[in-house]
Nanobody
Framework: QVQLVESGGGSVQAGGSLRLSCEAS????????IYWFRQAPGKSRELVSS???????GYTEAVSGRFTISRGHAKNTVYLQMNSLRPEDTAVYYC?????????WGRGIQVTVSL
């Protein structure tokens, strides 16, 4: 059974930084594409970033230039470095690993950015 665990969230002042981590366990297969989503209160879930293979990264315009997605040396780990955080970045962040034809989600981790 695949399980994903996010860490690194918390509360920061606007302009601060956080690094989210997501580690997957319980599968023999690695995900070629890994995603970070977020869901703000009262909002639908949105795609924040994705990484294909080793380093082909994409970002939503709202975070472009501020966030960086990367894979760890262990390929079951993905990071999201978040800089210059804004209150609008406040949300629950989720990682998603498509593995073996199924989508696996982390439980979500809260990021709160205050003025």
């Amino acid at each position: 059974q695949v399980q994903l665990v996010e860490s690194g969230g918390g509360s920061v002042q606007a302009g601060g930084s956080l690094r989210l981590s997501c580690e997957a366990s319980g599968s023999l297969y690695s995900a070629n594409v890994i995603y970070w989503f977020r869901q703000a209160p009262g909002k639908s879930r949105e795609l924040v970033s994705s990484i294909i293979g080793e380093d082909a990264a994409g970002y939503t315009e709202a975070v472009s230039g501020r966030f960086t997605i990367s894979r760890g040396h262990a390929k079951n780990t993905v990071y999201l470095q978040m800089n210059s955080l804004r209150p609008e970045d406040t949300a629950v962040y989720y990682c998603k690993f498509p593995i073996g034809g199924k989508d696996y989600w982390g439980r979500g981790i809260q990021v709160t950015v205050s003025l």
